[in-house]
């Protein structure tokens, strides 16, 4: 008899096994942060129509904990376009010198763009590196400090 109950239960726990694995997932997936990262890209630092430099710049979307995680990765591609055609049309120079974005412009125009690309998933923006091509032999930025 006792052999016969634990045969009749085995359907309920073979199902119930896939519905406490998935739960564990999203347990993990929830304490987790989901985020896409854009393959660095090299965006014109411009001094009025001239380009005087290159910086290369690492960039992070952030999703929502429900976002469709391999779906938006997917995009990856547009998304990297669309920074690039956004820093060609206004380049992202920075405010002070030459070998630096606009930080908060950068983030302000990606997040923009990576909703009308990504949907209410993407959820901020954050830059997660600016390397410069050039470091000297640049010419002097009109909101340099005197000196």
């Not at 391999?70 to 060609?88: C, G, I, S, W, Y």
């Not at 120079?93 to 990504?118: C, Q």
Request: proline share 7%; charged share 20%.
């Amino acid at each position: 008899m006792h052999r016969r109950s634990l045969l009749a239960l085995l359907p309920f726990v073979l199902a119930a096994g896939p519905a406490v694995a998935a739960g564990g997932k999203a347990a993990d997936k929830a304490g987790a942060a989901q985020y896409i990262d854009i393959s660095p890209v090299a965006l014109p630092v411009t001094m009025g129509d001239r380009v005087v430099n290159y910086i290369f710049v690492g960039v992070r979307l952030n999703l929502t904990a429900m976002a469709n995680v391999q779906k938006l990765r997917e995009r990856e591609p547009f998304f990297r376009d669309a920074l690039v055609r956004a820093a060609h049309r206004t380049p992202f120079t920075g405010k002070t010198n030459f070998t630096t974005i606009d930080v908060d412009r950068l983030k302000a125009v990606m997040l923009k763009e990576a909703v009308r690309l990504g949907g209410k998933d993407i959820q901020s923006v954050a830059v997660t590196s600016q390397t410069a091509k050039r470091q000297s032999g640049l010419p002097k930025h009109p909101g340099a400090p005197p000196g």
